[in-house]
C-alpha cells in the first residue's frame, strides 16, 4: 500500500465530512487507507463516520486521550510505505497528496515532508514550515519582533518569516497538522514522544528526525487548507490551553535546557507559566 492517512478526531463533526470528502481527489491513483482515532466524541462524529465512510478503520477509544496518544494508536496501525498525519480540520487540493508523495520519493533522504498550509482565507500559515524553537526565536515571535522585521534573521527563527514561502525548503520542522513521513523514519527513530499529550509532539518528532540524518522538506507546490480552530481542542479550551503551555515546556527542557544556565531556565521556566496564567485568564472572559 502506497499511503496511510491518520486522523485524530474529537467532536470534529463539522468539518470531518469536508475533509474525508476532500481525500479522494487528493491521492489520484494511490493506493490507500484511512485511519481514524476517536477520542470519545460527545457530538455525532462516529456515527458520521460508521454512516457514510464504511471505507475506513476506525477506532473508539472511552475518554479523550490528547492527540499523540491516539496518532500513535492509528500509525502504529497503518500498512502504507508512506504514513501521513493529518487533522480533521484540512481540506486538501486537487491531486495534492499524489504531487507531494511523487516528489518525497524522489528525494530518497527526504523523511517529512508538507505542502503549503493556507488559512481559510487563503492567506499563507506560517507555522507550516519552522526553525528550532530556542528561546530567542520563541520570544522574538511572541513579542512581535518577526513581524516588525520579517526579513531579519535574528528575529524570524521561529517561523522563518525571511524566506520565500513559494519555494520548496529543507527547513528543521514542520506542522503535524499535514505531515507526510516514511514509514522508514519510525521505523528508525520511533513513533511520536507520548509525553506530550498534544502540541509540539510534531517538532520533538521533527529534531529527532533530524539528528537520524533524514531531510525535512516543505514543498508549497502542493497545498491544504486549515480552517483553523474549528477542531477538537475548541471543546476542551481550558485543557487545550493548558497543554499548549505544557507541551512548550516539555519541549524546551528536552532539547535545550542542557544548553542554558540554571538561572536562565528558571526565568524562561517562569515567563511559560505567566503566559499560561494569562491566556486562561483570557480565555475566561471571552467564554
Not at 457530538?43 to 465512510?53: E, F, M, Q, R
Not at 509525553?195 to 507546490?221: L, M, V
Request: net charge neutral; with cysteine; aromatic share 14%.
Amino acid at each position: 500500500m502506497d499511503l496511510s492517512i491518520c486522523i485524530v478526531t474529537l467532536n470534529a463533526k463539522r468539518v470531518i465530512e469536508n475533509c474525508l470528502n476532500s481525500i479522494s481527489n487528493a491521492v489520484g491513483n494511490l493506493s490507500y487507507e484511512i485511519i481514524i482515532v476517536d477520542n470519545h466524541s460527545q457530538d455525532s462524529t462516529v456515527a458520521l463516520i460508521n454512516d457514510h465512510y464504511l471505507n475506513t478503520i476506525l477506532i473508539q477509544n472511552t475518554a479523550n486521550f490528547g492527540y499523540t496518544k491516539p496518532m500513535n494508536q492509528a500509525l502504529r496501525l497503518a500498512k502504507g510505505n508512506w504514513l501521513l498525519q493529518l487533522n480533521p480540520d484540512i481540506v486538501l487540493s486537487e491531486n495534492s497528496l499524489l504531487g507531494l508523495m511523487a516528489y518525497a520519493i524522489n528525494h530518497p533522504k527526504l523523511g517529512l515532508c508538507e505542502p503549503k498550509i493556507l488559512h481559510e482565507n487563503g492567506d499563507f500559515q506560517k507555522s507550516t514550515r519552522r526553525g528550532l524553537a530556542r528561546p530567542q526565536a520563541v520570544l522574538s515571535y511572541f513579542l512581535g519582533l518577526s513581524a516588525l522585521f520579517p526579513k531579519d534573521k535574528r528575529f524570524t527563527g521561529y517561523q522563518l518569516n525571511h524566506l520565500d514561502e513559494n519555494e520548496i525548503q529543507i527547513v528543521q520542522g514542520i506542522s503535524g497538522t499535514c505531515m507526510l513521513a516514511r514509514k522508514a523514519v519510525f521505523d528508525d527513530i520511533g513513533y511520536l514522544d507520548e509525553t506530550f499529550f498534544a502540541y509540539q509532539e510534531d517538532s520533538d518528532f521533527c529534531i529527532r528526525a533530524e539528528k537520524a540524518g533524514w531531510e525535512i522538506h516543505y514543498n508549497p507546490h502542493f497545498t491544504a487548507t486549515h480552517f483553523t480552530g474549528q477542531g477538537g481542542s475548541k471543546s476542551v479550551a481550558y485543557l487545550a490551553n493548558f497543554e499548549w503551555h505544557r507541551s512548550y515546556y516539555l519541549y524546551y527542557k528536552k532539547h535545550f535546557s542542557s544548553d542554558y544556565s540554571f538561572l536562565f531556565n528558571g526565568f524562561y521556566y517562569s515567563l511559560m507559566i505567566f503566559k499560561c496564567i494569562f491566556a486562561t485568564v483570557k480565555i475566561a472572559i471571552t467564554n
